[in-house]
């Protein structure tokens, strides 16, 4: 139990454009959901918090025009990385919160963007 | 300083070996505790969690929180090559707080 999947898990854009990375809870329902970036040998860095059917909170420095979060339903968040640039090259991992366990979070596989 | 202090390594040991792997931390309103293992290019995975103080055990895994001294520990006994991964601490404040990572440490078990 706990699956949590995260769609495309690599992704190769032109500066520019603008990218939307899918997260889905299989198997439970997530009131909230987690976004991080990670890049190489570091640890993950929480970019924000969403709870379903309101409006994610961004951590401290996280630019919440260029990252869009959705939370739409129990079992499916987006992340839009808008206008990407090379910068944005990171390793993106969304988690969820079961309502049974709130004190866990389920990882997802992560999503790989490169930007060229 | 960091709230969560952990060795990167990396950590080279034989097939066989007992692992000890450790994180130290400053805010003593920490009360939840995980390990999560984490494959190159994929996403962590859970592998212990712990409340308060304590040892817990699970298979080779043996998870120890010593909240006096604000430190955690993970044993891996007769670790295996498919041990290799980084290893992430992780601890929060209350249930459904936010999750405070450590920087990981590489693991690397030889044949």
């Known amino acids: 139990g706990a699956v949590v999947s995260q769609h495309p898990s690599r992704v190769i854009c032109k500066s520019g454009t603008s990218v939307k990375i899918e997260c889905r809870s299989l198997d439970f329902q997530a009131t909230t959901m987690f976004w991080y970036r990670q890049f190489p040998k570091q640890s993950l860095m929480l970019m924000a918090t969403?709870?379903?059917?309101?409006?994610?909170?961004?951590e401290q420095g996280v630019e919440k025009d260029k990252f869009l979060i959705n939370h739409a339903s129990l079992t499916l968040s987006t992340l839009t990385v808008t206008s990407a640039h090379p910068e944005d090259s990171s390793f993106y991992i969304c988690?969820?919160?079961?309502?049974?366990?709130?004190?866990?979070?389920?990882f997802g596989p992560g999503t790989r963007l490169t930007v060229l | 300083q960091k709230e969560v202090e952990q060795d990167p390594g990396p950590l080279s040991v034989p097939e066989g070996a007992i692992v000890s792997l450790n994180c130290t931390y400053s805010?003593?309103?920490?009360?939840?505790f995980m390990w999560y293992r984490q494959y190159s290019r994929k996403g962590p995975e859970l592998l212990m969690y712990t409340y308060s103080s304590g040892n817990k055990e699970d298979g080779r895994f043996t998870a120890q929180v010593d909240k006096s001294s604000k430190y955690i520990s993970l044993f891996i006994r007769d670790s295996q090559p498919s041990d290799s991964a980084t290893y992430l601490c992780a601890m929060n404040r209350n249930q459904g707080g936010k999750l405070i990572f450590g920087q990981g440490t590489e693991l690397s078990v030889k044949p």
């Open positions: 988690s969820a919160r079961t309502t049974l366990h709130t004190d866990t979070q389920y």
């Open positions: 805010n003593s309103a920490f009360q939840y």
């Open positions: 969403s709870n379903e059917g309101s409006k994610a909170t961004y």
